[in-house]
């Protein structure tokens, strides 16, 4: 099962938001145990998806061979269990994608043991994830399912940081694109795991008209009206410098309006100005340390690129035991 105070895609996600969240059955047609595939749908995500991630990850590791140290030090029929294990406190995100990533390693059967959940805060020294299989298998897969553990851990902590500080407020922290490439959807999933929620997952699901569309265009109006003309069922956010431009858009019936670079006390005005009408987002300036005053000034969402560009990974380690 889910964490129950994890946001699942459907509800999570932000305006403009196409995560993907479908159940439908052709999501678990892969090579994942289908039971992990169901609880990565459940989650969000596409067990396809994650599954390619899982051998893209492992086959850069082992670049088509094997593992030589591994296969020189180990019996080949050894079994052990691994104790994925945090080494500080902290959020996890990603613990069933590390199970993908052991899976496609392994050449037999292996069991496991959920500890915690995606969503969990996390002390140092906890047991978050046991697997027990080939001694080999564990050990080939252990780097790259911690990378992707630990990356996306943190960005879950992170992010729940951010939650904490707009916890009563009616602003959400909220992610971009600057993602790392090909692993947006998990990145994405991990900003939900943290308390956040998610911006658009691509240039086709919601529109973004930022200044350099302006100046294309000849005015941000006119490019607003553009794109409402073009895609009329698609999401449209513009992005505005000035309170000047603010009217225009909301005037113009922009769904979600982003303000670039202004002060709290412009945010303010802005929610006066906006009166209702549209879903106003701050970005640019934003601290975690200023975030509250920004949020107190009546915004929808907080816009943090550095969520998912500048976190730090959460130390999560592979500790090796007998098997029981």
Not at 161 to 171: F, M, P, R
Not at 295 to 300: E, N, Q, R
Request: proline letters at 3%; one cysteine or more.
């Amino acid at each position: 099962m889910t964490h129950p105070d994890l946001p699942l895609a459907q509800g999570g996600c932000g305006d403009g938001c196409a995560c993907g969240a479908d159940t439908d059955e052709e999501y678990l047609e892969c090579g994942l145990d289908p039971a992990l595939a169901q609880l990565l749908a459940d989650a969000g995500l596409d067990p396809v998806e994650v599954e390619d991630i899982a051998n893209v990850a492992v086959q850069e590791d082992l670049a088509h061979g094997v593992d030589v140290t591994t296969v020189a030090t180990i019996p080949e029929d050894a079994v052990a269990t691994a104790d994925f294990t945090a080494r500080e406190a902290g959020v996890v995100a990603g613990l069933r994608i590390a199970e993908a990533v052991v899976s496609v390693v392994c050449e037999d059967e292996l069991t496991v043991e959920r500890h915690a959940e995606d969503g969990d805060r996390v002390e140092a020294g906890q047991k978050l994830l046991s697997i027990t299989t080939r001694t080999r298998d564990l050990l080939t897969a252990e780097r790259s399912a911690l990378n992707i553990l630990c990356r996306l851990s943190g960005i879950a902590t992170a992010t729940r940081a951010w939650a904490d500080v707009l916890e009563g407020t009616g602003a959400k922290v909220r992610d971009t694109r600057k993602t790392t490439p090909g692993l947006r959807s998990l990145e994405k999933y991990a900003v939900r795991c943290g308390g956040g929620v998610n911006h658009r997952m691509s240039l086709s699901d919601a529109a973004l008209v930022k200044d350099n569309h302006v100046v294309a265009a000849g005015g941000v109006a006119q490019a607003f009206q553009a794109v409402r003309e073009r895609f009329p069922d698609v999401p449209v956010e513009v992005e505005v410098d000035t309170l000047h431009q603010l009217r225009e858009v909301v005037d113009a019936g922009a769904d979600l309006i982003l303000l670039d670079n202004f002060t709290p006390g412009e945010c303010a005005e802005a929610v006066a100005v906006v009166g209702g009408r549209a879903k106003l987002e701050a970005s640019g300036r934003l601290t975690l340390e200023n975030a509250r005053a920004y949020a107190d000034t009546g915004v929808d969402y907080l816009a943090v690129g550095a969520l998912t560009h500048s976190s730090p990974v959460l130390d999560i380690g592979l500790d090796l035991r007998a098997a029981e």
